[in-house]
Nanobody
């Protein structure tokens, strides 16, 4: 079992920055890939970015050059630095973990609101 706890969401003006954190507990040693998804009202959940245990990142085209994912394996924590935020980035952001046994785990979600 893996438990994911997110923090760092909030309200920011367009062009501003936020940093999200996601701490894993339980059996974090079983985690292979961690990442962030988001879901805006009326839309499907979409992948924002992910990072493997070997620190290989992957980004959605919509956030490339603005968002940066990083991972601290010693702290079992993944971070999402979001710069140059746009109103269309407004969504609930979910931390995700994929384990070596093929299981998926999700955090409770944190709201990010970008005002224009």
């Amino acid at each position: 079992q893996v438990r994911l706890v997110e923090s760092g969401g909030g309200l920011v003006q367009a062009g501003g920055s936020l940093r999200l954190s996601c701490a894993a507990s339980g059996s974090p040693f079983s985690i292979n890939t961690m990442g962030w998804y988001r879901q805006a009202p009326g839309k499907q959940r979409e992948l924002v970015t992910s990072i493997t245990s070997g620190a290989m990142p992957n980004y959605a085209d919509s956030v490339k050059g603005r968002f940066t994912i990083s991972r601290d394996n010693a702290k079992n924590t993944v971070y999402l630095q979001m710069n140059s935020l746009k109103p269309e980035d407004t969504a609930v952001y979910y931390c995700h973990a994929y384990t070596t046994s093929g299981r998926n785990y999700w955090g409770q979600g944190t709201q990010v609101t970008v005002s224009s």
